[in-house]
């Protein structure tokens, strides 16, 4: 009966159709006959795992869809798990992290970092949907990417990680007021673009072009960016989704509909999206003409939506209907208990490549109910904030993960220990960030004792108790309900039901972030942060001074909640704000990477100290059943090269706990010795 499930859940579900845009996700054409074909290979090359499974295809089950496809506009990893696998980097990584030639052959610099120089692999192609040769891929997909990420029309959601490339920060303010003319023009404030120029006092002829920008094209295969100050890791910058490519042509066809489905995109990379049925499915067919098809070892990736993705992914995998599953908390000593089940899973892996942390919402744009006012003199109140910061048993809220080691991806600090280093000395090692990192802010009695300060200055403030704290989890992640409830529970039998309310309340599983955080509705959010490359600076960036949407923390006339300007800060929150922005700008005046380093970290432990944020953990997914390895996939812990496919291969049967435990010593050494040798040529 269990082989079963399966079919009768697709044949249950309602088909919706596809987006109207660009075709409806069609699945027809060569690439899409050739999936058929990839899957039943010749003999001698199709592969069986033990249990019977085919080793060339690869099923998971997921429950939530896409927002777009359009790979600048998204900062979803729900999109970044597919888009990675079809459209390449200019660097790849290998299983220990080293930097290796994607797109690009070789790379350079001049003296000062300023400016990089990648030489591009000739002859590869992009393709459509139906695997149909579209054009080769050139220097100019560069060029042409930087101008849709720099251009406010487009609404890329990674603009911001052009920061580093003279001249594209002041084309993307050109074009944001370019479009506030036309949008003025529009509604009849003002008759033309040039009157609302010549009302506001703006030069247009000042403006730059898009030639302007650090972005060129020397020759066909020749790229170069040209930087506003030196980097020296600006390798891992361009791993990013903002530094993929783009077919200019293709993308002034599409319009407003590039991204809209998938065949609304051109692809590169090792897969391309053959088809893709809205809460049907999705599936990725691997590019027969890919430069690297040798490596591609997997041929079919199909993703298969369910709601109850969580609840019924563990007996599909037991029934060998899926290669991975999640296990939720709740079952997991029910599967260890059984022999059968117990050899089936083990720890997922600990990854750098997310922190997480809990925030405080200084601009509350929540309902009513839940007394945003009140709140926000409880969050200016820093008795108040250290008090749930000190209350709050992590190691209890982490057994959710992993109730036997809950502290196997417990961190200290918003950057991960082991994360960059700079002649041998890791960065929370510097700037006093080692307090933090080698301790642990849990602690009742100092909860008990900041609270009651809290509850004597918030009474004279005007606060009325209990303080209403409304939090929100994704139904889509396993687990994070689990681990809203614990916090719930934990801190209000510490600190009293008479202090908090903790409220916890379910978010969309779709658009959470835009929703929720962005919109700034919540009090207390548990957030994350992948990094974008590889340096400290990486994880001060969700606290920026411009455009903050992660705790709102900056006065910033350029965030804007509801059409009202950030203003709710107190004087003692304006003035550690101020500290804290103040060392960051002594970080990035720093050249040398040490004392880049010293600043971060100050900066870093300040926010850490007045209980801004409370660190949690790094990416850890508690135990899974899992036919791939952990430990020959891409290892970046940063940017895409971390959901790729290529260059994985589906096992024999999934590791348990000791093969895990074996597999993953021996991938340390092997890295160890990857990095000694890295650093030795």
Not at 155 to 172: H, K, P, R, S
Not at 220 to 229: A, G, Q, V
Not at 434 to 462: C, H, K, P, Q
Not at 592 to 599: A, F, L, P, T
């Amino acid at each position: 009966m269990k082989k079963k499930i399966l079919s009768l859940i697709l044949a249950g579900i309602i088909l919706i159709g596809g987006l109207s845009s660009c075709g409806g996700g069609a699945s027809s054409g060569p690439a899409a006959s050739s999936a058929a074909s990839e899957s039943q290979a010749p003999a001698g090359e199709q592969e069986k795992a033990l249990d019977g499974r085919d080793k060339t295809v690869y099923r998971e089950m997921y429950s939530a869809e896409f927002t777009t496809l359009d790979y600048y506009a998204t900062s979803n990893n729900n999109e970044f798990k597919v888009l990675a696998n079809g459209v390449d980097n200019l660097v790849e990584y290998d299983e220990y992290g080293i930097e290796k030639p994607g797109l690009a052959e070789s790379w350079s610099h001049n003296e000062d970092y300023t400016v990089w120089t990648f030489n591009l692999r000739q002859g590869v192609m992009w393709y459509d949907f139906e695997g149909n040769e579209m054009a080769e891929v050139t220097a100019e997909d560069w060029v042409a990417a930087a101008e849709y990420v720099n251009t406010a029309d487009n609404n890329c959601a990674l603009q911001y990680m052009y920061d580093f490339v003279a001249g594209a920060n002041e084309y993307y303010e050109q074009t944001a007021t370019k479009l506030e003319a036309a949008e003025a023009v529009a509604d009849g404030s003002f008759d033309s673009e040039e009157a609302y120029y010549e009302e506001n006092g703006i030069d247009t002829s000042a403006w730059i072009t898009i030639e302007d920008v650090g972005v060129k094209a020397v020759d066909t295969y020749t790229l170069e960016y040209t930087l506003n100050d030196p980097c020296t890791f600006f390798v891992s910058v361009t791993s990013f989704a903002s530094y993929l490519p783009i077919y200019g042509s293709f993308v002034k066809q599409m319009g407003v509909n590039f991204g809209a489905d998938n065949t609304c995109l051109l692809y590169n990379g090792a897969y391309i999206l053959t088809e893709y049925e809205p809460q049907v499915r999705r599936v990725l067919t691997a590019n027969e003409n890919y430069w690297d098809r040798e490596n591609v070892y997997i041929t079919r990736l199909e993703y298969i939506y369910n709601a109850n993705n969580a609840l019924l992914a563990p007996s599909l995998f037991q029934s060998g209907e899926l290669d991975y599953a999640l296990i939720p908390s709740d079952i997991i000593d029910e599967w260890m208990a059984n022999e059968e089940t117990a050899n089936l899973i083990c720890p997922t892996s600990v990854d750098l490549d997310y922190s997480y942390f809990y925030t405080f919402n200084f601009e509350p744009r929540f309902n009513e109910a839940y007394e945003p006012d009140n709140w926000l003199l409880a969050v200016n109140n820093e008795s108040f904030r250290l008090s749930l910061q000190h209350g709050l048993d992590r190691l209890r809220a982490l057994s959710v993960y992993d109730p036997y080691n809950p502290d196997t991806s417990l961190s200290n600090t918003i950057t991960p220990t082991a994360f960059v280093s700079y002649n041998g000395k890791d960065y929370t090692e510097y700037g006093g960030l080692d307090v933090y990192a080698n301790g642990d802010t849990f602690n009742e009695e100092l909860a008990i004792s900041y609270r009651d300060a809290a509850i004597e200055e918030l009474t004279a403030a005007g606060a009325s108790f209990p303080i209403k704290i409304l939090t929100q989890y994704n139904p889509d992640i396993t687990n994070w309900d689990k681990e809203c409830q614990i916090v719930e529970q934990q801190l209000e039998a510490l600190l009293g039901t008479d202090y908090i309310d903790i409220i916890v309340e379910t978010g969309p599983a779709t658009a959470f972030l835009s929703e929720v955080r962005r919109s700034g509705n919540y009090a207390f959010l548990l957030c994350n942060w992948g990094a974008d490359f590889a340096d400290p600076s990486t994880y001060a960036e969700p606290f920026r001074a411009v455009r903050n949407n992660y705790n709102f923390m900056a006065t910033d006339p350029e965030t804007e909640l509801g059409g009202v300007t950030l203003n709710n800060k107190s004087a003692e929150t304006e003035a550690l704000t101020s500290e804290y922005y103040g060392l960051i700008e002594k970080a990035k005046a720093a050249v040398e990477d040490g004392e880049r380093y010293e600043y971060y970290a100050q900066a870093e432990a300040l926010l850490i100290k007045h209980a801004f944020v409370i660190p949690m953990h790094v990416s850890y997914e508690g135990y899974a059943a899992d036919m791939r390895s952990s430990f020959d996939r891409q290892y970046a812990t940063f940017g895409l090269p971390r959901w790729r496919m290529k260059g994985r291969q589906l096992m024999d049967k999934p590791f348990n706990v000791e093969e895990h435990a074996a597999a993953l010593s021996q991938w340390e050494e092997g890295r160890a010795a990857a990095i000694a040798a890295a650093a030795a040529n």
